[in-house]
């Protein structure tokens, strides 16, 4: 995800707010919030989760005091999204 310029620090605090919040969610395996090292306004989301209804269920939800609007106010433009299937190694339940 790509903020406003000199927004990456919101960015990253708000996501992490939101990963705050969904460790109590069903299904989510991980949800890890990344700095990019030479791009400040720039931050990785690395989730990995049971299924995607799991995924929709909670993202849709009103996660706390953050929700996924309050991100979405923060970006330049749309995030990218990387699709993967993980086959396996440590970081996950």
């Not at 000199?6 to 992490?16: D, E, F």
């Not at 969610?25 to 995607?52: H, K, L, R």
Request: glycine residues 12%.
């Amino acid at each position: 995800m790509v903020a406003h310029p000199g927004q990456g620090a919101a960015l990253a605090a708000t996501l992490l707010r939101v990963a705050d919040g969904l460790r109590a969610a069903p299904g989510c395996e991980m949800y890890v919030i990344n700095a990019s090292a030479d791009e400040p306004d720039t931050v990785w989301v690395t989730e990995v989760w049971a299924d995607a209804e799991a995924s929709d269920r909670a993202l849709s939800a009103d996660l706390g005091e953050v929700g996924i609007g309050e991100v979405l106010e923060l970006l330049a433009g749309p995030p990218e999204l990387v699709d993967l299937t993980p086959l396996g190694g440590p970081g996950l339940r």
